[in-house]
């Protein structure tokens, strides 16, 4: 639909995702949005809107809003008619969906207007029955389909025998702008102890997470309470929303209170400054005792040069270096069993026996590994190269010029 004439145009990529409320995969839309512009296209994102709105306007992304959440089949045929009415009228060359419920709609379209179609393979979908198996095959239905790390390839290439020809391992991208040790002040490192009622003499261990029981945080309250007379200077944050599991919450407060940790560990809801957060902890604790699909938490404290603990389902075996996957000498953190408070206790007092030449050492090694494997411009780039294969277009070329 014009991309012959690529040299003339500029290739036109739209993307459907549910909402920009907040999210990696709503991020990873306005980055590959802007990645688009800055290359010299025309990017359009179609999506019922929300808090994010205002960074995808700022980079140069054009939003229609559009019903992208529902789940209503016969809304999701309406919605297929709907996209490819929008492709046409907009000259539309490729088309990138990013959730389940949005891909079959654009899905459909695609193929109506025959255009290429993509799709990114965000989060390990549980696939209880052949219901949920067939509505989650969608996002293995790309020309090519995106997955977030091997871990995530080689659960689409199990389960839906997708050839590895059509996958194309393209890792989440950190902001190292905004992860930089070097641009976080003092001053908001300092506002983020004083709010949480942290001393100067106190090192924090962080968990950085939304607050659901599959992220762990009452197996690292359980962990707080083995190290609580081994460690005395050590305080555990545990950072994120209850988004609405407020039973889940309230359990974990009453297993810091009948732990008789209430000094020891606090919840303190969602945090807006991470990078702060990152830079005002001793270590970082990835606690999932499911496995993370990429795992954010463990990027994004690295760049910020503070080592991790992670268990070692997953992707973060691919983020963090450890042992035995490396030697000792270039470890990044430390991987554990999931669940096993017995290791998570070992661990724990080995990371904050270090001294201070220790530690940064493992930060400095861990920041240099980020910059080099996890760049949101790395992520953009390949992401380009995806469209370009498809479109013979350049425009990672271009990209990668104005960098």
């Not at 209503?72 to 490729?94: F, H, T, W």
């Not at 790395?378 to 990209?399: C, G, H, N, P, W």
Request: positive net charge.
């Amino acid at each position: 639909m014009g991309h012959e004439l690529m040299g003339l145009k500029r290739p036109t990529i739209l993307q459907i995702i549910p909402e920009l409320a907040t999210g990696g995969a709503e991020l990873s839309a306005i980055e590959i949005a802007a990645a688009v512009v800055r290359a010299g296209g025309r990017a359009i994102v179609l999506s019922e809107g929300g808090r994010m709105a205002d960074r995808l306007a700022a980079v140069g992304g054009e939003l229609v809003i559009f019903p992208a959440a529902t789940k209503n089949p016969m809304k999701l045929l309406a919605n297929a008619s709907a996209i490819e009415r929008i492709a046409r009228k907009e000259n539309v060359d490729l088309i990138h969906a990013r959730s389940r419920a949005p891909a079959w709609s654009a899905l459909i379209a695609a193929r109506r207007a025959k255009l290429p179609f993509v799709t990114t393979y965000h989060g390990i979908y549980n696939e209880k029955g052949r219901a949920k198996r067939l509505y989650n095959s969608v996002m293995a239905r790309g020309d090519i389909v995106i997955a977030n790390s091997r871990y995530t390839a080689d659960i689409v290439k199990k389960r839906y025998a997708t050839p590895e020809e059509r996958i194309r391992v393209i890792y989440r991208g950190v902001d190292l702008d905004a992860f930089d040790p070097a641009v976080v002040s003092a001053e908001r490192v300092k506002n983020l102890r004083d709010k949480w009622g942290v001393t100067d003499e106190q090192r924090i261990v962080l968990h950085a997470a939304r607050l659901t029981k599959w992220k762990g945080q009452g197996e690292v309250i359980a962990a707080a309470a083995r190290i609580r007379d081994k460690v005395r200077d050590c305080v555990f944050i545990l950072a994120g929303d209850a988004q609405g599991r407020d039973d889940y919450r309230q359990g974990l407060l009453d297993q810091v209170a009948s732990a008789g940790l209430e000094g020891i560990v606090r919840l303190v809801g969602h945090v807006d400054d991470i990078p702060a957060a990152f830079a005002a902890s001793h270590i970082a604790f990835v606690a999932s005792n499911e496995p993370e699909a990429f795992g954010r938490a463990a990027a994004e404290a690295q760049a910020m040069a503070c080592p991790v603990i992670s268990t070692n389902i997953g992707a973060p075996p691919e983020t963090v270096l450890a042992p035995p996957h490396v030697a000792a000498s270039d470890r990044t953190g430390w991987l554990v069993a999931p669940s096993d408070i017995d290791e998570y206790e070992s661990v724990l007092l080995e990371a904050l026996s270090l001294d201070d030449a220790a530690r940064a050492e493992i930060g400095a090694r861990a920041r240099r590994h980020v910059m080099e494997m996890f760049s949101t411009f790395k992520m953009q780039r390949l992401t380009l190269a995806v469209y370009d294969e498809l479109l013979k277009t350049s425009m990672q070329i271009t990209f990668a010029r104005g960098n």
